[in-house]
């Protein structure tokens, strides 16, 4: 009877020396792809021009990535990277010598800050309002939160922590030899849930959404797995042993807050 998983899958779809590609890369990249290829449906149906998919394409890719690593860096290594800010930046690390690294450190909190203000900029500046792009942006990000935790789970990372359930996970490249909660997999397979209920509301109600719904329902329902998720999840640094809430779940307070708000607003602008 199955009452574990061995986890010991290789991090990298291929190695060359100290070059390799890692699947959390690789789904990573495929996230912006697969958000293009939805989001050109999207504006085709609505007869929005594929031209400014293009331009929001750009503004979403730098403001995901800079948040993300710039999140992860100073949400929970404030002291490390700012006494280290070429490896904030760069994928590459200088200690005991040059490596290269890949951006291993990305926080979800920091991607939604930097995405946020990104299409902020992108919506004065081509004159679309704030609430439909966001809307329209949340149907990829949702499936692109899949993706990224099951990169997660590729890299062995981010896991929880001991269970004797049936399908907890040993992984074994980190030298655990307990089984613990597969975290990434909870959160994952969440965020594909989210991704199929975002995208039914849209293709049932179409543009006559109120602008707002879909944001609400996505901060609310992402946010709100991630606070849960937590409390099964281990510690990602240090001084998150002695917080009563670790530092996903304060930093997704205030967004679940937002989306709740937003869900109550839209609602009431119908009667």
């Not at 944001?215 to 042993?241: A, S």
Request: aromatic share 16%; proline share 3%; with cysteine.
């Amino acid at each position: 009877m199955l009452n574990k998983i061995i986890w010991d899958v290789s991090p990298f779809l291929f190695k060359i020396g100290d070059f390799g590609i890692r699947w959390y890369s690789l789904l990573f990249g495929l996230s912006f792809v697969l958000g293009y290829l939805i989001l050109k449906k999207v504006f085709e149906r609505e007869g929005v021009a594929i031209e400014l998919l293009d331009k929001l394409s750009v503004y979403m890719l730098v403001g995901t990535v800079a948040g993300a690593r710039l999140g992860h860096c100073l949400f929970y290594e404030p002291a490390y990277y700012l006494s280290h800010p070429l490896e904030m930046l760069l994928p590459v690390s200088f200690q005991g010598g040059f490596h290269f690294t890949g951006y291993q450190g990305l926080a979800s909190h920091g991607a939604a800050i930097g995405n946020t203000l990104a299409i902020y900029l992108f919506s004065r500046k081509y004159q679309k309002p704030f609430l439909w792009t966001m809307d329209r942006v949340v149907l990829v990000v949702a499936l692109a939160a899949f993706l990224i935790r099951t990169g997660n789970l590729m890299n062995s990372e981010i896991y929880g922590i001991r269970t004797s359930l049936p399908w907890g996970f040993v992984y074994t490249r980190n030298h655990e030899t307990f089984a613990k909660h597969p975290t990434q997999l909870y959160e994952g397979l969440s965020y594909l849930i989210i991704f199929f209920v975002l995208i039914y509301i849209y293709l049932k109600k179409g543009s006559s959404i109120t602008n707002g719904l879909l944001l609400g329902i996505f901060l609310t329902g992402i946010f709100g797995v991630r606070f849960l998720v937590e409390f099964v999840k281990e510690p990602q640094v240090d001084f998150e042993n002695t917080m009563l809430l670790n530092m996903g779940q304060i930093l997704s307070i205030p967004v679940i807050i937002a989306g709740i708000i937003l869900i109550f607003y839209t609602r009431k602008s119908k009667l």
